[in-house]
């Protein structure tokens, strides 16, 4: 699937695997890796990111819940 996310200003376009969690796609795509992975069940609050104005658990998360996010 292709999604469009703005990620600290700048808006590109990507395809991705519909199951690629959030934290993988910003550590290995975008080379990002200011987002951890801790604990992988939402409890340590190491992967947090800020997606307009909720933060989301990106080690939870699929990417494709990100679509449109900034
Ligand atoms: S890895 Fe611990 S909350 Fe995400």
Redesign the pocket.
């Given at each position: 699937m292709q999604i469009t996310l703005r990620v600290n200003g700048r808006e590109d376009r990507h395809e991705v695997e519909p199951r690629t969690l959030l934290?993988q796609f910003l550590r290995e795509r975008l080379r990002l890796t200011g987002t951890?992975?801790?604990?992988?069940?939402?409890?340590?609050?190491?992967?947090?990111v800020l997606a307009r104005v909720l933060t989301r658990?990106?080690?939870?998360d699929a990417i494709a819940r990100a679509k449109g996010s900034r």
């Amino acid at each position: 699937m292709q999604i469009t996310l703005r990620v600290n200003g700048r808006e590109d376009r990507h395809e991705v695997e519909p199951r690629t969690l959030l934290v993988q796609f910003l550590r290995e795509r975008l080379r990002l890796t200011g987002t951890h992975v801790g604990c992988e069940t939402s409890l340590c609050g190491a992967c947090t990111v800020l997606a307009r104005v909720l933060t989301r658990r990106a080690a939870l998360d699929a990417i494709a819940r990100a679509k449109g996010s900034r």
